[in-house]
Each structure stands twice: as C-alpha cells, then as structure tokens.
C-alpha cells in the first residue's frame, strides 16, 4: 500500500466515535443514525447551521474531531426537540448536541466567543455561587460582558423593560446586597465538586 492510502486509512479508521461514545453524553447513540436527514429539516435553524446535527453525526463517524468539537453549531441547539420527536431511530440528538458542546467546552477547545457559551458560563458561575439565581446580577453581567460602554448601550435599550419590571415587583433593587441562596451553600459546593470528581474520574479527564 502507497504512504498516500496508509495514510489515508489510518485517517478513516479514526477513535472520534469511540471517544464521542466515551465522553459525551448519549453519545453511544451517534452510530445509530442512518443519515435520513429528518432532524436536519425539522430544525427551526434549518439553512443557518454550520452544520446541522445530521451532518455532525456524520463528521463524528469520519474522524472529523476538530472540526465538530470547535464548531458553533452545537452552541445554536435550542432544545426545541423538534428533532427528537421525528428521528425515526430515536436518536437524543437534543442531548447529544448539548454533550458535544459541553465535552468541547470542557477540553477547553469550544469557540470562546460563542454568546450561549458565554451565557452558560455567567449563568452556572451565578448559581453555583449561592444555589439559587441572582437575577440582577446576572443581567448586569450579561450586559456588561463586551465592556463597559456596550454595557450602558444594552440597558440604555433595555431600560423600559427594567422599570417596567420595577413597577410591576418583577425585578428587586436591592438583590445585589440582600440576595438570599440556600441554607448551606458551603455544601453545595462541597456537593458540586464531588460531583464534577465522580464525572471526570469516570470520564478519565484530569483537571
Ligand atoms: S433524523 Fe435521526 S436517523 Fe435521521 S439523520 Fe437525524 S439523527 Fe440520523
Ligand atoms: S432540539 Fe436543537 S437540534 Fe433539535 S431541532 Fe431543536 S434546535 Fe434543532
């Protein structure tokens, strides 16, 4: 056999799968798809993904690692489910989008810019803090993220829902100073960080 097709089987005969079937959750499901293209249709992104998940599933079986795991594509799942409830094989595929996502984000390798990674992040780091949201803070984060100036401009253009939500009681002044958590949050993180250990001894990840 030439250097060229040794190469080229070596490529073909690739560990993604096995690794996607390892990692990510409902992973094992990928094989399991038969290219039918119905979740792609039904998705409401349609012609705006990247790559739609039947396409992802496909890159996965063809070794394309860098490719699925530093795409936004995954990022754009809005867990609408519409792909789930047609899949005629009964694929999670709502789940496993969300893994591959997550397993990127955990390696480190996930567009960092991406707004729902973003977003994802602002939001765990506000209620792992006390166990429960913070909303104001929260929105201040998320408004602030691009910087200060871009900041003012998004609740400039907000403002008329945040007094709206004042009036209405929806939306507490205060809670930055008197935001209430859980009981004991000290346990929840001694519960959070015995759960992420479990995970990445079972995962085989170091941290
Ligand atoms: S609908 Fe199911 S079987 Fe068809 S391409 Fe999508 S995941 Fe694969
Ligand atoms: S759950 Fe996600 S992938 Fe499935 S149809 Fe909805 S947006 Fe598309």
């Given amino acids: 056999m030439s250097d060229v097709n040794t190469a080229m089987v070596q490529k073909y005969r690739n560990d993604f799968l096995k690794e996607v079937e390892e990692n990510v959750e409902e992973g094992h499901w990928v094989k399991m798809c038969m290219q039918c293209g119905v979740c792609s249709g039904s998705c ?12 992802i599933f496909m890159m996965i079986r063809a070794g394309k690692r860098d490719e699925v795991l530093t795409t936004e594509s995954m990022w754009m799942c809005t867990s609408c489910y519409n792909c789930i409830v047609r899949c005629p094989r009964e694929l999670p595929i709502t789940h496993i989008m969300h893994g591959l996502a997550n397993y990127a984000h955990r390696l480190g390798i996930a567009p960092k810019m991406n707004p729902t990674r973003r977003f994802s992040k602002i939001f765990w780091n506000n209620i792992a803090k006390t166990g429960r949201v913070n909303e104001l803070a929260l929105s201040l984060k998320l408004y602030f993220m691009d910087g200060f100036m871009s900041g003012i401009k998004n609740a400039l253009a907000m403002a008329g829902v945040g007094i709206g939500m004042l009036k209405t009681k929806r939306l507490n002044p205060f809670a930055l100073i008197n935001h209430k958590g859980v009981k004991n949050p000290k346990e929840l993180h001694v519960l959070l960080k015995k759960a992420r250990e479990i995970e990445d001894r079972r995962k085989g990840i170091a941290r």
């Fill in 44 to 55: 409401p992104f349609g012609p705006d993904w990247d790559h739609p998940p039947q396409e």
